[in-house]
């Protein structure tokens, strides 16, 4: 059973008629009841795993695209840069779940059979490569034209004054909002689980419905808490960090 | 190729259930926006109070907010509460998930641009006789908004994309009546059709935004 035909049906609620907690220690058995907790440890294990490494890849791919789309489109080819611009719009505009739903329902239809985590992978970093272009597009509009000419009178190619003088300071521009996007899309791991995807999400609901309990639900919590809030304070530190120069 | 992603007759077939998400999408939107702008205002308003009782939970909040998925979130609430007796519905848990979530991030595009306002604005307004309350509304909030306003529209685009999630929950919006014609259908063109609509309701803000990330780029210099 897919994570969406678990949740994604009307009479899902009809199953909880009876249960109604009053105590505290009822409380406890229901939502931290360790012999639950401790069965499904290793399946919340797996799939945290699973969204580290599927994480990782996105981020890689997804900002080295973003970075080759805009370097590719300050060479300045008319066209090109509008099918850039088109690509780019077209992966701001869409959720990230209309993405990945159709990628993994539309492939079958046109030959291929997707996996879930080829879907994901490609759908994130499609969607991370679109913001990361637009920032680093951004970044790099905002050296001076003079920076450029400068450079190439000095007899450096187009490559080098791209590669030594424009890029490192148009990275240390981009560094605050990119980081929060990547952060941003990156939580979109747990989309995956739509499509019967192993990771944290899918692993903590189908150990709830297995055990009809919800304590695999707050591992699943505490898994997600582990994995993200070191990076949001992180984010929050490069924030700080590079705002002083405003 | 053309009759299994763009087959008219299956797009005419759904037009019906397709409109009526649409409406439940933009109802939402309308729903959560200013759910997420109320609560993050309250949270940037908070957080100019100094007091470290105030301040650090209110970051941790904040942080605690911004590291969850937000579909982590919607599961949790949906799922978790019937076992502590709660049943508020999907509509419901939609609601709570999206305060939460974007309330979060909303506080902390508002809180930045109140700390861009000048100190001294803030002093003048006080010395002419108006309340602390006062100031914040007519003289602190407006420049603030001002100053972030790319954030806040980006931030708005983010919320309505992210609505989709709740066809996770059987909510009927777009992604959801999509999947329903497509299942019925075994044909992928409502989910296509569902992709157009997005784009063609976002694509101008989109359009809207990178002109006003280019400038506030290139202003930070």
Known sequence: MTFWDRFADTTFWDRFANTTSTSWDRFADTFLNTAVMAKYLPDIIDGFCLTVWLAALVVVTGIAAGLLLAVVRSLGVRPLNWLIIFIVDLFRALPPLVVIVLLYFGLPSAGFLPNAFATTWASLSLVLMAFAEEIFWAGITAVPRGQWEASRSTGLTFWQTLNSVVLPQAIRLTIPPLTNRTIAITKGTALGSVIGLSEILSQASSAMSLSFNPSPLMLGAAAYLILFLPVVVLGRWIETRFAWHR | ?221
């Open chain 2, 1 to 221: 190729m053309i009759d299994t992603f763009f087959n008219t007759g299956i797009i005419v077939a759904a037009w019906p259930i397709l409109l009526q998400g649409l409406l439940t999408t933009v109802e939402l939107s309308l729903l959560v926006v200013p759910l997420g702008v109320v609560g993050g205002a309250a949270i940037a308003v908070l957080s100019t109070v100094r007091h470290p009782w105030v301040r650090w939970p209110l970051i941790a909040w904040v942080d605690f907010f911004r590291a969850f998925p937000p579909l982590v979130l919607l599961i949790f609430l949906y799922a978790g509460l019937p076992f502590a007796g709660l049943q508020i519905g999907a509509f419901g848990c939609v609601a709570i998930g999206f305060f939460l979530n974007t309330g979060a991030y909303y506080g902390e595009i508002l809180r930045a641009g109140i700390e861009s306002v000048p100190a001294g604005q803030n002093e003048a307004a006080r010395s002419t006789g108006l309340s602390r309350l006062q100031t914040m509304a007519f003289v602190v909030l407006p420049q603030a908004v001002r100053n972030v306003l790319p954030d806040l529209v980006s931030n708005t685009l983010e919320v309505v994309k992210l609505t989709s999630i709740a066809s996770v929950v059987a909510l009927p919006e777009l992604l959801y009546q999509a999947r329903q014609a497509q299942s019925v259908t075994y044909n992928p063109t409502p989910i296509v059709a569902v992709a157009f609509i997005y784009f063609l309701l976002l694509w101008p803000v989109v359009r809207l935004l990178s002109r006003l990330e280019n400038r506030a780029i290139a202003g930070r210099r």
